[in-house]
């Protein structure tokens, strides 16, 4: 199941190809509301995107960069970046049909369960600990985007049609409105990938490219 689809080299070219898939079903173009606006970057952790990790996503390192470059726009900007890690503290008790389901699960306190070091949080950034696909289930994250303000999501991280998607399609029926990005995410294969970019565009976000949401701060920054 697990195949390379996607290189840094690559990322581009992959991007102009999904951009044209998913443009019969992307009609909803949106514009973040800068002022109300957050990043989320969902589970860039060290499980899922060290090469050494048995677990390492083909479409995991490749997004890094992209990851990179939209958390530095923001921070540069004032602007809220919120991570999330998957992790379990005991899976007997916060395991459920997680633990049923996959053979291994990341377990608090672990190397492997820390963020990427390239995208560390930095002091005061929210790091949400969820232990399901959502990072709103069972979490504070609708709690802390309410008393930000923020009514607009981005949406980064791995990976792309579980923990990304599911993300995505909770912060919808909670009536936000969703910017996903879809060379800052990835997943075990490009089917995976591509599937969740036209499903996200059909029924629950504005799937995009990161230049296009760093070019349209960068035009809205020039403007105020």
């Known amino acids: 199941m697990k195949r390379s689809y996607v290189s840094k080299r690559t990322l581009p070219s992959k991007t102009r190809e999904w951009k044209k898939a998913i443009d019969p079903y992307n009609h909803h173009v949106m ?11 969902i589970d860039m952790q060290r499980y899922f995107l060290d090469p050494e990790s048995p677990a390492c996503l083909p479409g995991g390192p490749p997004i890094l960069p992209n990851v990179e470059k939209i958390i530095r726009r923001f921070r540069d900007s004032g602007l809220p970046v919120i991570f999330t890690r998957h992790v379990h503290h005991d899976l007997k ?34 790091v949400i600990l969820k232990h399901r696909y959502s990072a709103f289930y069972n979490t504070d994250l609708e709690i802390v985007l309410r008393c930000l303000g923020v ?15 599911s993300t ?7 009536d936000f409105r ?41 035009s809205r920054h020039r403007l105020t």
């Open 93 to 126: 008790h916060d395991g459920g049909m997680m633990a049923h389901w996959w053979k291994e699960n990341i377990m608090e306190g672990t190397p492997e369960s820390e963020i990427h070091p390239r995208i560390s949080p930095r002091e005061g950034e929210k």
């Open 31 to 41: 514009e973040p509301d800068w002022e109300h606006t957050a990043l989320l970057v």
């Open 178 to 218: 969703v910017f996903f990005l879809l060379d800052a995410t990835g997943t075990v294969c490009e089917e995976f990938h591509l599937s969740t970019l036209i499903n996200l565009a059909y029924g629950f976000a504005y799937v995009t490219g990161t230049s296009d949401i760093l070019d349209q701060h960068r």
């Open 151 to 165: 009514t607009d999501l981005i949406v980064t991280g791995v990976m792309t049609n579980l923990c990304c998607e």
């Open 168 to 174: 995505a399609r909770d912060a919808f029926f909670r």
